[in-house]
């Protein structure tokens, strides 16, 4: 079953330190993976995605992320933080080896919430 | 241009009644999904639509539950007699192709439903 964990409900970084948010998946295939971003009262912003090739997908506002095969994971993260960053962030995983009609679904994580104080 | 759109925004009713969300998806995307997001969740998905064909069904609750996309644009979600387990935030999704499991989905607002 196809599935995706963030661990981490809270991140919490100084502005102008690295930040992290962790995401790991379950899916029988190759997946796809995708960021989104959430403001409050607005709907998913789309971050980045990867699909196949380099391992490190780079993406909007100076965000990216590593895939990484061999741990099941798909970190995001930015060198430097900056208090605009502050917002819930989801991880998705969409599985290519669906067939027919659950092709289309992407499986969300829980969020993780990342504050950025000044 | 203009991104997916969503109406109404915010959607308050009594147990009991009919509801009736709305989304327009980015112009020309063949691709439309809706998700229910409830509160402290990540967003989970109900159905989805490629043009007026309803593909895939199974993540509807129950057959309190429908959508339509009858000219392959618009589409409505209808929950019939809603419960206060239907509050949540509904969300609609568009992307370009109809099999491009690559393909971005991007979301629009949400509509808030409170059911009292």
Known sequence: AQSVA??????????GNPLTVKCTYSVSGNPYLFWYVQYPNRGLQF?????????LVKGSYGFEAEFNKSQTSFHLKKPSALV????????AVRDPTDRGSTLGRLYFGRGTQLTVWP | GAGVSQSP??????????????????SGHVSLYWYRQALGQGPEFLTYFNYEAQQDKSGLPNDRFSAERPEGSISTLTIQRTEQRDSAMY???????????????YFGPGTRLTVL
Not at chain 1, 6 to 15: G, I, L, S, T
Not at chain 2, 10 to 25: E, M
Not at chain 2, 92 to 105: P, V
Request: aromatic share 8%; charged share 30%; with cysteine.
């Open chain 2, 91 to 105: 969300r609609c999704a568009s992307s370009l192709s109809r099999e491009g499991w690559a393909d971005t989905q």
């Open chain 1, 84 to 91: 605009s960053d502050s917002a819930l962030y989801f991880c």
């Open chain 1, 6 to 15: 963030q661990p981490e409900d809270q991140v919490n970084v100084a502005e």
């Open chain 1, 47 to 55: 971050l980045l995605k990867y699909i196949t090739g380099d391992n």
């Open chain 2, 9 to 26: 925004r915010y959607k308050v009713t009594k147990r009991g009644q009919d509801v009736a969300l709305r989304c327009d998806p980015i």
